[in-house]
């Protein structure tokens, strides 16, 4: 059974920055793409970054591009989300996610692309 834990969200003013964690265990963490997405109030779930399984790879949504770095450890089966000139418009729960796919050749941008989730974190930006 796959597990995904989040970490690392948290209340910051706009134009900081957080560090979001997702650790990962009961699967060949380095064999699978990560991914993150965020779900706002009211709105859905939309995707934010992903990153293929070996690393060498990454695609990101147009709104986070430029201040949003995803990266993974494959040694520490972790995956992270390094965000910074965060603003209010961030705001929302953001969850990790493992692809559902083997060595997925392409990117996964899609939610039904990726079969477990995390519980999410909460990343509130203030104005």
């Known amino acids: 059974q796959v597990q995904l834990v989040e970490s690392g969200g948290g209340l910051v003013q706009a134009g900081g920055s957080l560090r979001l964690s997702c650790a990962a265990s009961g699967r060949t963490f380095s064999s699978y793409t990560m991914g993150w997405f965020r779900q706002a109030p009211g709105k859905e779930r939309e995707f934010v970054a992903a990153?293929?399984?070996?690393?060498?790879?990454?695609y990101y949504a147009d709104s986070v591009k430029g201040r949003f770095t995803i990266s993974r450890d494959n040694g520490k089966n972790t995956v992270y989300l390094q965000m910074n000139s965060l603003k209010p418009e961030d705001t929302a729960v953001y969850y990790c996610?493992?692809?559902?796919?083997?060595?997925?050749?392409?990117?996964?941008?899609?939610?039904?692309?990726?079969?477990?989730w995390g519980q999410g974190t909460q990343v509130t930006v203030s104005s």
């Open positions: 990153i293929s399984w070996s690393g060498g790879n990454t």
């Open positions: 996610a493992q692809d559902r796919t083997y060595r997925r050749y392409y990117y996964a941008t899609m939610a039904d692309e990726y079969d477990y």
